[in-house]
């Protein structure tokens, strides 16, 4: 269940961070509506990798709609293998 906290808990941050974990960010309200997220760095790191490498695969896929897919040989001899 999402940890949900309006934004004035703040005023007592020590015991909001407290409650942030891994994979179990603590969301912020202003004003009843869903403003902020509070995570641990690492989760950002690795949300951050997974948009990266989300926007390299569709750049690969784009170029391969544009330019044509290489077969499976064609590949392996461009990787040298």
Known sequence: MPNIKP???LRNYT???KEVKKDQ??????????AYAIV???ELDRLK????????????EQSA???GWLAAE??????GL
């Not at 064609?74 to 990787?79: K, M």
């Open 7 to 9: 934004i004035s808990d």
């Open 15 to 17: 015991e909001v961070l």
């Open 25 to 34: 960010p603590v969301y912020l309200t202003r004003n009843g509506r869903g």
């Open 40 to 42: 641990e760095i690492g």
């Open 49 to 60: 990798a997974a948009l990266q490498l989300m926007a390299k695969l569709e750049e690969g």
């Open 65 to 67: 709609r544009e330019q």
């Open 74 to 79: 064609e590949a392996e001899a461009a990787l």
